[in-house]
């Protein structure tokens, strides 16, 4: 799938404009250093970034991590980009934005699947520790954390791209559904939103713009995608999960490894090729 366009195409002299109408007092050199799927991403000064929405359906997804990472950050032992100042429209752009941290480390997309074995149960004990149940004014999120029946529409045909996927995917829809409550879900914990320091671990765990409550099955997708079996051990014994959420889970890897296997970003096709092959192996 290619990458969505832009409907704003921001510069750096308007990101340095609505940061000295709005916050003077964190001024400081703007450079442009992400253009992600749903946001635009600036680097400001030396130890803070500006994160914008570039196209309107992303809008909604910056106010849920304006509202909800203040809340959710003490259940994550790893560095989360709570917002620093939060922006509001003004001029020509119309969408609420954030300064957040910029936090160091290296992109966990940009390493293979064997040395991100090396974080796989650290990962897995960070979702366990998010999973919670949530609040009954929690964000309800469509595409993430519901039940795979409602995904089937929108996904048979993705998959008719990458037909070994289909017997996973109906595997994973004849599961047995989430009991319990909706708990806390990041809604995207792929290696493209982990940073990693030097210890080979996570750092930061970023993007919460899909943060829902729902079925955990749908963070853990990564086993698949991000790892190989050595890892999707270890992360599944960290994750203490049960059998009907692994194979939920399962059916989740293969909606997203369907999605992104004619992505634009080489990364993202990557993971996906990586996702087909420990799906069908």
Sequence with gaps: MPQPPAELDLTV???HRLVASQHPSLLGPVRRVAHGWDNDLFRL????????????????LVV????????????????????VAVGVPEG????????????EGVNALDL???VRDGFAAQLGGILRRLHVAAPADAPFNPVRAVPLADRDTAVRPRLAAVPALVPVWEEALAAPAHE??????HGDPHPGNMLVGGDGLISALLDFGDVSAGDPAS?????????TATGRDAFRSAVNT???TWARARGWAAAIAALLHDAEDPGLRAMSAHGVGELTR
Aim: glycine share 4%; hydrophobic share 55%.
């Design 13 to 15: 002299a308007d990101v």
């Design 45 to 60: 000064g030396d130890d803070l970034a500006v994160r914008l929405p570039r196209r309107a359906s992303a809008a909604p």
């Design 64 to 83: 849920h991590e304006q509202r909800w990472l203040p809340l959710l950050a003490p259940l994550v032992p790893v560095a989360v980009p709570v917002p």
């Design 92 to 103: 020509a752009y119309p969408w609420h934005w954030s300064i957040v941290p910029w936090f």
């Design 112 to 114: 293979a699947p064997p």
């Design 180 to 185: 319990g409550p909706p708990v806390w879900v």
């Design 219 to 227: 963070d853990l997708a990564i086993a698949w995608l991000g790892f």
């Design 242 to 244: 049960d059998a009907a």
